[in-house]
């Protein structure tokens, strides 16, 4: 960390080993062009702990990509709290932010093979970024291409690979400047099954061998299973929390092909509700007993119970 950090910014930056990764309170970003406001994060909560392995899901449009985004310092927040490794990305510097970028945060997305340079090895492609920020360290290069199996391949020419090796070159060089957190957008997105497999074991192990956070943006349920809590966004703002019922099984070692059954059976669903008492009830609940624009909400001593309005029944006869 740098010493020029702005106290006011970020006076407690990796210094706090049981403050969260990622904090973000009521975030909001709005797109806004000549003719159009299009408000993609809705004043969105989610606390994500160091070291975790989790993944955001959600339907095409709901706000991914926007998040992730905002938490890799590509775009800025228009409204809300949101920190990284105790860095507050809406108040940070521009000059911070690519402190920020060089540091803590390493990217993997779906389409890698536009950012790997062809004409160079896969080793070279690793050293690359090492070589732009002055710290070329080619043993630390080598190791992570051994990590990602491609100890073999290393000195092959990107385009010698596979789609699925070039994606695992892709992971080494997100690694290579020794991030925090790692941020992966549809990463199994254009690979098989078995690369797919792959490609979480290397997350998997990144996880547990060296301690990196690691938040995956998928549409895949499948592999929204081989992590221990899932985040469902909809509309902008997370809606539900999937949480692993049994932490201690590794669903990934224990049967590679693990998935089918959906998230269901291998995690408890939770309704979010945030810090004012604020939830999203799911629309098919609404449809299903007829709540259009109020409710009535009661308490039994035990339960909340919401129903269509009734209030005004017996004031009409
Ligand atoms: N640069 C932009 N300008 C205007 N609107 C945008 C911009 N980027 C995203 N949006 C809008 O914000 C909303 C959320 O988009 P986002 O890409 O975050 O969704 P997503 O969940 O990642 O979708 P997908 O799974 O299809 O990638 C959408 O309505 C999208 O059209």
């Given at each position: 960390?740098?010493?020029?950090?702005?106290?006011?910014?970020?006076?407690?930056?990796?210094?706090?080993?049981?403050?969260?990764?990622?904090?973000?309170?009521?975030?909001?970003?709005?797109?806004?062009?000549?003719?159009?406001?299009?408000?993609?994060?809705?004043?969105?909560?989610?606390?994500?702990?160091?070291?975790?392995?989790?993944?955001?899901?959600?339907?095409?449009?709901?706000?991914?990509?926007?998040?992730?985004?905002?938490?890799?310092?590509?775009?800025?927040?228009?409204?809300?709290?949101?920190?990284?490794?105790?860095?507050?990305?809406?108040?940070?510097?521009?000059?911070?932010?690519?402190?920020?970028?060089?540091?803590?945060?390493?990217?993997?997305?779906?389409?890698?093979?536009?950012?790997?340079?062809?004409?160079l090895s896969a080793l070279e492609n690793v050293e690359m970024p090492m070589l732009l920020t002055g710290k070329l360290d080619r043993a630390y290069a080598k190791q992570l291409l051994e990590w990602v199996g491609l100890k073999d391949r290393m000195h092959n020419k990107l385009h010698q690979?596979?789609?699925?090796?070039?994606?695992?070159?892709?992971?080494?060089?997100?690694?290579?400047?020794?991030?925090?957190?790692?941020?992966?957008?549809?990463?199994?997105?254009?690979?098989?099954?078995?690369?797919?497999?792959?490609?979480?074991?290397?997350?998997?192990?990144?996880?547990?061998?060296?301690?990196?956070?690691?938040?995956?943006?998928?549409?895949?349920?499948?592999?929204?299973?081989?992590?221990?809590?899932?985040?469902?966004?909809?509309?902008?703002?997370?809606?539900?929390?999937?949480?692993?019922?049994?932490?201690?099984?590794?669903?990934?070692?224990?049967?590679?092909?693990?998935?089918?059954?959906?998230?269901?059976?291998?995690?408890?669903a939770f309704v979010v509700v945030d810090r004012v008492g604020r939830l999203q009830v799911p629309k098919e609940y609404l449809e299903a007993v007829g709540i259009g624009g109020r409710a009535s909400m009661e308490f039994d001593g035990e339960k909340i119970v919401i129903t269509a309005p009734?209030?005004?029944?017996?004031?009409?006869?």
């Open positions: 960390m740098s010493d020029n950090m702005d106290d006011n910014v970020n006076e407690n930056s990796d210094k706090n080993s049981t403050e969260p990764m990622i904090s973000c309170e009521g975030l909001v970003k709005i797109f806004k062009s000549d003719e159009i406001e299009v408000v993609a994060l809705q004043g969105l909560n989610l606390t994500v702990e160091q070291g975790e392995m989790m993944a955001i899901i959600g339907n095409s449009g709901s706000g991914k990509s926007t998040l992730l985004n905002m938490l890799g310092g590509l775009d800025r927040p228009s409204a809300g709290q949101v920190s990284v490794g105790g860095w507050d990305l809406l108040k940070i510097r521009d000059d911070q932010l690519v402190e920020y970028k060089r540091n803590t945060v390493g990217f993997v997305w779906q389409n890698n093979a536009r950012n790997l340079l062809p004409y690979l596979s789609g699925g090796e070039q994606q695992r070159v892709a992971i080494a060089i997100s690694l290579s400047n020794k991030p925090k957190m790692l941020l992966a957008d549809e990463p199994t997105g254009s690979v098989d099954t078995a690369t797919s497999d792959q490609i979480m074991s290397i997350f998997r192990k990144v996880n547990r061998e060296l301690g990196i956070t690691i938040v995956i943006v998928t549409h895949d349920l499948t592999l929204a299973g081989k992590v221990d809590r899932v985040v469902a966004i909809r509309d902008g703002l997370t809606s539900t929390e999937f949480v692993k019922r049994n932490p201690n099984l590794d669903l990934a070692a224990a049967d590679p092909g693990f998935g089918g059954g959906g998230l269901q059976e291998v995690h408890e009734k209030s005004l029944e017996g004031d009409k006869s």
